[in-house]
């Protein structure tokens, strides 16, 4: 069962950048509207102030042209009194412009006001006129057009039967002038008794009708007709408004004088804007302080990937715990060493599942003991057991679990799992058991032949001795003289026999490993010598130029080296190539020394790769199946291995020993490896 990881941190990191990230987007967004805010209240404002201009300027042009009308419309009732008293009265006793009048005379301010009527005259039906005429034929004189318009004007007050205008009049080089007339008829009934005309002065008039706080704001210019093929120039911010004054094309150009605005939206603007400011700058420093957030979650990000790298990738298992014995934290290492989830372990309290029940008073005591003391620096070792119900030796160390304040909350734990260890050390000395067991064995046989050769020439003497003495026994014809020095040889070649028979006793029972620090290459070069003694052809050696020290026990490395360069000079004439050869070499490799021995032979077929090494297995006729078995256990029982395979240079058989180095160091009490049993 594999637990999932505690990612509490990593997702603690992630989401810190999570709420960072959307802090940054809202906060952008939120300039943006802030921007958009200023730009839209600077926008209303214009868009305001421009129409809040143009409904000034409808209400100034609705109100001068309002006021306007009202006094030439004052102005047609007075001229209307005077066409009456005209026609009923003498014209002669008409009141002149300016002069203080009667109740039933004219009171409008344009006809009390000095400059605005230059001329009025009574023109009666019959051709008969009254008043200031000279004005009226002077001006009609004056061009064609103003005949025309005057004649026009009489047409139609006598035609329409009401007041009208005319002009304005045209000076002798064709500009229009600033004079118009004014004509309003009088009927009795249907018949018409005349009309009475007035010159009004048009600029005049306008002076006497623009109060002062009007154009203290903006000046207003008369527009009439240009001459013909001009047009009038109109200035840059102004506005027209028509003097609807039937006869006339009259218009008045108004020219702002500044520009006016409005107190309370700017000051309304003002205040947003300094307060839209104030968050713009609020927003800023908190994007600086969003930027350093974010920068130290960056940093706390990558410290929790690293810690969650280097927490899977931990083969050591780690657990924190309370000083109440409460499980903090345990690592994915800790929860597949035992097979539970870190759900299962986290908040757990002695005693825990993974106690074996009949060592629970034990680890229940040295629970107790680690919270009051933690561990020794060598750790304790405690048997646990895996969910499955498999016992997993483990090496433990305590250490103290602090806070931020140096208070101690807790231990924080290291869990090694050492059930490999103790199963190598176990199978390691089973290993040396049986190398003992094969070793004595393997001599026992390879002394066979010694012993025969030893035994025979002493027992054949005793044999030859005893049966020439029992001859002369029987024939009576030898004395105790002549028996003596005889009994004393077979005495002395028993003698030779015990020994030999000790000597293999003595070899053949259990010993311990003599271990000591020795240079490869010495007994490569002792062993190889020794080997090819007997042997036509040379070991081509290659050994490096420093030496290679190894821990173990010198006369069964020889035997090992010894045994493969024989085995590699019996093989290496049975090969295709014409010239035998055997190789070998010897190089470290980091913390492991590397020793192949090559040879030319037919090698070691795939087939049989696999139980080359096994005891009694034999490819050589003759041979007993022991040679190969007892390299493999020599190696293994120096904590190594040996592999075969084939040569890729001399084409037969490669085997190949690895041992591990040691460095020059005081050597450590060999351990006691007993033979197996045969």
Not at 262 to 268: C, G, H
């Amino acid at each position: 069962m594999t637990p999932e990881p505690d990612n509490y941190f990593l997702r603690y990191a992630q989401r810190l950048s999570d709420r960072s990230r959307w802090a940054m987007v809202w906060m952008v967004g939120f300039a943006v509207l802030i921007i958009a805010t200023v730009v839209a209240l600077a926008w209303y404002l214009d868009r305001f102030e421009k129409e809040e201009e143009q409904r000034r300027r409808g209400a100034d042009a609705q109100w001068l042209e309002q006021s306007v009308l009202f006094h030439f419309r004052r102005l047609e009732d007075d001229v209307a009194r005077l066409a009456r008293r005209a026609a009923l009265d003498d014209a002669n006793s008409l009141p002149r412009p300016g002069q203080a009048v009667a109740d039933d005379q004219p009171t409008g301010l344009l006809w009390r006001s000095s400059g605005v009527i230059t001329a009025h005259a009574w023109l009666a039906a019959q051709g008969a006129s009254s008043g200031d005429v000279r004005l009226w034929r002077s001006l009609m004189a004056e061009h064609p057009s103003n005949q025309q318009a005057q004649q026009t004007l009489l047409d139609i007050t006598s035609g329409l039967h009401r007041s009208h205008y005319a002009g304005p009049m045209r000076q002798a080089d064709g500009v229009p002038g600033h004079t118009i007339w004014l004509a309003v008829p009088y009927f009795d009934g249907s018949r018409l008794l005349g009309t009475y005309v007035a010159a009004i002065a048009i600029d005049r008039a306008l002076a006497v009708l623009l109060p002062s706080w009007f154009l203290a704001q903006q000046n207003v210019r008369l527009v009439v007709d240009a001459a013909p093929g001009q047009r009038p120039t109109v200035q840059s911010g102004s506005y027209n408004t028509a003097i609807n004054l039937p006869g006339t094309d009259l218009q008045l150009e108004v020219v702002p004088l500044g520009v006016r605005t409005s107190t309370v939206p700017r000051v309304f603007f003002t205040v947003a804007l300094l307060f839209l400011l104030g968050m713009l700058t609020s927003l800023l420093a908190l994007r600086r302080d969003l930027v350093k957030r974010r920068q130290v979650q960056q940093r706390l990000h990558a410290e929790v990937a690293l810690r969650t790298a280097m927490e899977q990738s931990a083969s050591v298992g780690m657990r924190a715990w309370d000083m109440q014995g409460r499980v903090l934290y345990v690592n994915p290492a800790f929860c597949t060493m035992l097979g539970y989830s870190a759900a299962e372990l986290v908040g757990q309290q002695a005693p825990f599942p993974y106690w074996p029940d009949e060592h629970a008073p034990h680890i229940f005591a040295e629970h107790e003991r680690i919270i009051r003391q933690g561990t020794q620096p060598q750790g304790i070792e405690v048997q646990f057991q895996h969910r499955s119900g498999q016992r997993v030796d483990v090496l433990i160390h305590e250490a103290p679990l602090r806070d931020s304040q140096g208070v101690q909350m807790g231990w924080m734990s290291s869990i090694i799992d050492i059930s490999e260890r103790k199963r190598a050390q176990q199978l390691a000395q089973l290993q040396q058991e049986k190398l003992e067991a094969s070793e004595r064995l393997v001599a026992v046989g390879e002394v066979a032949s010694t012993l025969a050769h030893e035994l025979n020439q002493p027992l054949g003497a005793l044999s030859s001795f005893a049966t020439g003495l029992l001859n002369r026994l029987n024939s009576a014809n030898i004395t105790l003289a002549d028996m003596q020095p005889v009994v004393q040889r077979m005495a002395q070649l028993a003698e030779r026999a015990g020994s030999v028979l000790q000597r293999v006793n003595a070899f053949a029972r259990r010993r311990e490993l003599n271990l000591a620090q020795l240079d490869l290459r010495t007994l490569v070069q002792r062993a190889s010598a020794a080997a090819q003694e007997a042997a036509p052809w040379h070991i081509n050696l290659v050994l490096p130029t420093e030496p290679v020290w190894v821990q173990g026990d010198a006369l069964l490395l020889e035997h090992l080296i010894h045994n493969l360069c024989s085995n590699a000079l019996t093989w290496a004439d049975q090969g295709q190539r014409p010239q035998p050869a055997v190789a070998l070499r010897l190089h470290r490799q980091a913390d492991t020394a590397q020793l192949a021995v090559a040879d030319t032979g037919p090698g070691v077929p795939q087939a049989e790769r696999t139980r080359i090494f096994d005891a009694f297995f034999s490819t050589h006729s003759g041979g007993m199946g022991m040679g190969l078995a007892i390299c493999r256990s020599i190696a293994e029982a120096h904590h190594g291995h040996i592999t075969v395979g084939q040569d890729a240079h001399l084409g037969g058989a490669l085997f190949t020993i690895e041992l591990p180095t040691a460095p020059i160091s005081a050597l450590t009490p060999a351990p006691t490896i007993a033979p197996p049993q045969p």
